[in-house]
């Protein structure tokens, strides 16, 4: 394999490991989701105020959490790619070439 195809499987199996990773959390969260739910239908007693909020709680904020995680796996935008810096590099370069060409015409 050449140096840059390397470059891409390697990118690749980033990416793959992310989106499994996103996966198997999603998968706990709705695990956990679905016990939280459970919780709330059969909780009763003294302290079923608190263990309400608790769980509401957890809930909202593993919500949160679950869309920023989908959101940087799926939606992955970067301010300054690569290629980016590529096309400034070399428009830097030609600016620099065609400054020294001209500078003394």
Avoid: C
């Amino acid at each position: 394999m050449t140096p840059q195809e390397e470059e891409y499987y390697r990118k690749a199996k980033d990416k793959v490991k992310r989106v499994k990773s996103f996966y198997l959390h999603l998968g706990l969260y709705i695990v956990v989701v679905l016990l939280l739910l459970y919780n709330l239908y059969i909780v009763s007693g003294p302290y079923k105020n608190n263990i309400i909020s608790l769980d509401l709680s957890i809930l909202v904020i593993w919500t949160v959490i679950i869309i920023m995680h989908g959101l940087n796996v799926f939606k992955r935008k970067q301010i300054f790619k690569k290629s980016w810096e590529d096309k400034k590099i070399e428009g830097f370069l030609k600016e620099d070439k065609e400054e020294e060409t001209t500078f003394w015409e």
